[in-house]
């Protein structure tokens, strides 16, 4: 027993934070618990105020001086490249890494992290494409033009359920456009971050350029509020998000905001039910719930609202939950103890508020640990807690509507705006019904598909902002305006223009 114990103790790994360009070891340290086996398989370091200073004054140091400051943006795209050749190659530990802290499953962690890499080349080919325009003057003997500079130091701040793929469209064009970073990931899955940080080194970035700070939510709190700090990029929950909103007001310090969703899933009655009823699952049950985008309500014209239960009742009852790793496994955990504890008390509220259990509706105790089954809730009407607030869990709320226009205000009734679907064979109400609905991303006849080269991002309490795409590298530019003065002589002091 006690040998076993130490066996554990020496494979634990320990981390420090990442500041200029070296890890800096520390004493205070916080466990990093493996969600399936429910282990401490790593340590990171708990940040105090302190290091939050040092982290920025790297940041700011590289950022205004540093060797980075005076690279081309073409040398940039170079080290962009490099280091996404040296993420492809190393996919496969990142992901490993990446499931064993956040629970999430090896199969879609590895193919992120593929596909981070091809973020890189992405905005590698964009760094040196980033130009300004000549302006077409209204001033006589005025030749004006615009350049687009980078923004200056950026605060990266970062959720559990993805770190690595949500930090990098933050990091990806932020970085070809010449910023530097802090990141602060999430108490609950910290790892990969720091990781990255010996291949940005590796592939050959300035120190500095890249700084990790792990710990708590007060240590992003004190991040945010930083002096040093230009912007703030922040994926997370909204109530969060509104904490840093208010906070960044205080400096005026740029912010972009990836928040929660209740994104809606809506089933016409003209739609192929077997790839809906896909493509419902996918929305809610892919990554166990825990995804900003989660298709959570399940939006379905009365006509078929029976035959779609069936179907995706029958389809959710055999997914497989088990260890996340495994390339058997469907479903894996929740990603922590207070996710978990969550979602158990949102069935609660969905119960007393008279929602009916389809399937699941319960903590899976087969498979033990931190699991919740699929569950796929009716008799939910779009007013209920339940349809209202973000689970973060694979809860499905089944909401019957009557025509097309109660399906959109139904859509359009949340405060969220992430996401949204439309399942329909007709092409004119396809596309007729995703101009109407108030999200950043509609997919027709899909779900939780995304891209590097389109801007996501959310409506109302989804966000602020966008990432990736062409919208995704300006939020990571200032735009400056040049006058230059074409005669030389003098002109009126007293008088604008
Ligand atoms: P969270 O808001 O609790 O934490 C996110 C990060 O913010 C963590 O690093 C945390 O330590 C830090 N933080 C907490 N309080 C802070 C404060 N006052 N100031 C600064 N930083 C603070 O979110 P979570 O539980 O880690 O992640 C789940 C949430 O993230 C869900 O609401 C989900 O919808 C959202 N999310 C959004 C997207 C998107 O792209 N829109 C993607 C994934 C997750």
Known sequence: MTSSVNRNAEAIRKYGLFIDGKEVPTDRLMECMNPFTGE?????ADAEEADVDRAVAAARSAFDEGPWHSLTATQRGALLRRLGDIIKRDAEELARIESTDNGKLYRETFGQWQYIAEHFYYFAGMADKLQGDVVASDRPNFFIYTRREPLGVVAAITPWNSPGLLLTYKLAPGLAAGCTFVVKPSEHASVSTIELGKRIKEAGFPDGVYNVI????????????????DKVAFTGATETGKAIAASAAQNLTRVSLELGGKSPNVVFADADLDVAANGAIAGIFGASGQTCMAGSRLLVEESVHDALLEKIVALSRKIRLGDPISSDTEMGPMANVPQFNKVLEYLDVAARDGAVVASGGA???????LFIEPTILTNVTN????AREEVFGPILSVIKFRNEAEAIALANDTRFGLAAAVWTQNIHRGHRVAHQLRAGTVWINAYRVVSFAAPFGGYKESGIGRENGLDGIREYTETKSVYVEMTGEPRDPFKLG
């Not at 007013?383 to 339940?386: F, G, S, V, Y």
């Open 363 to 369: 903590a899976d105790s087969e498979n033990g640990g």
């Open 383 to 386: 007013d209920m807690r339940i």
């Open 214 to 229: 792990t710990g708590q939510g007060r240590i992003g709190a004190a991040l945010v509020k930083h002096p040093g700090i």
């Open 40 to 44: 401490p398989w790593a340590m990171v």
